[in-house]
């Protein structure tokens, strides 16, 4: 041990040593293709291909996300929410984005915006409460602007949600889901409900093929573009989809990278629409993500009203007991 004085040092040449060791690891790394194919095979996971296919219709979409902020006080919590349910209709036509000008794939772009606040009772597992009440408002105003819409005549062909079903519904049958568990399945009931994930950690696909990595990094290196494989969990299809390259306004490159993406399906018969969304994917070219357009939409539209924001201002105006890790002050 050395004396404790303001000179604090650390080994800064072990440091470069173990940086080093794992530029070694990356540069040593070797994958056989074929041979994980195989294997992924032989557990039973088929690999199949799809088309893009151009609707022969307009598509009409529902799309819902949400921005949560919570404030964990002396004696108890507090939340905060808005949530943007947003309407885009697909034509095969461009037309002029209404955000930022430029040309988009989707007309008739309305939105509904929720905002509610309340208090986290009981004070235990904050973090997952939060969660359940941001699933059940994002579920609730989804599906009751799909019944608006419904009786004025309006038929919306999809549902689009942000992040992945299995994980959610996993989530709230662990953490007492109640109301949220019980709108959840509501959702679902309805059809055509579509969750699109914008990252995953899941590898327990790859742990079946005796890999140690993620879903999306084994189906990325394995599959070609437009192939897909389908992991059935429970009454949810995960599908693990590798996009096509395709042409981005924004950069002078040919063509971007493919993209792998995880797309769920709480339905069977969901190839014609994998097709579908595939090919409005396909056709926008503002931004590389795993999400089309109208999810990505509503997801800027929530953050246009700081959530934690709101919240910090009134525990300063009502002067609210923070908690004691955030009460230390420096005279410095």
């Not at 309340?118 to 409460?129: A, F, N, S, T």
């Not at 573009?225 to 059935?232: D, G």
């Not at 709101?310 to 005279?331: A, F, H, P």
Request: aromatic share 10%; net charge negative; charged share 30%.
């Amino acid at each position: 041990m050395e004396p404790l004085t303001p000179d604090f040092r650390f080994d800064a040449e072990l440091l470069e040593e173990r940086i080093n060791s794992l530029r070694r690891v990356f540069d040593e790394l070797e994958f056989d293709r074929g041979l994980f194919r195989d294997k992924l095979r032989e557990r039973g996971f088929e690999i199949r291909k799809i088309a893009l296919v151009k609707p022969s219709h307009s598509v009409e979409l529902l799309a819902v996300d949400s921005s949560i902020a919570k404030a964990e006080l002396r004696f108890f919590a507090l939340w905060a929410l808005h949530c943007v349910v947003l309407r885009a209709c697909f034509d095969g036509g461009t037309h002029r984005d209404p955000l930022v000008g430029g040309e988009i794939w989707y007309r008739n772009l309305m939105y509904d915006s929720f905002i509610d606040a309340g208090q986290i009772k009981p004070y235990r597992l904050v973090d997952e409460i939060t969660n359940n009440i941001r699933i059940l408002k994002e579920y609730q105003s989804l599906r009751e602007t799909f019944m608006d819409l419904s009786a004025g005549g309006c038929d919306v062909d999809y549902l689009l949600v942000d992040g992945s079903l299995y994980t959610n519904h996993g989530k709230l049958s662990r953490y007492g889901g109640g109301k949220a568990l019980e709108e959840y399945r509501r959702l679902v009931e309805m059809g055509r409900v579509v969750g699109m994930a914008e990252d995953s950690h899941a590898g327990d696909l790859a742990d079946k093929a005796g890999l140690d990595c993620t879903n999306l990094m084994l189906l990325d290196l394995i599959l070609d573009e437009r192939e897909y494989v389908v992991h059935e969990k429970g009454d949810i299809n995960v599908c693990y989809l590798k996009l096509p390259s395709k042409k981005l306004s924004y950069t002078l490159e040919e063509r971007s990278p493919s993209l792998t993406v995880r797309w769920e399906f709480p339905y069977t018969g969901f190839r014609k629409d994998l097709e579908t969304l595939a090919y409005m994917w396909s056709r926008e070219g503002d931004l590389l993500h795993p999400q089309v357009y109208p999810l990505r939409v509503a997801d800027y539209l929530t953050r246009r009203v700081k959530m934690h924001g709101l919240l910090e201002k009134l525990v300063e105006e009502n002067n609210l007991e923070l908690r004691y890790r955030d009460l230390r002050e420096s005279g410095l």
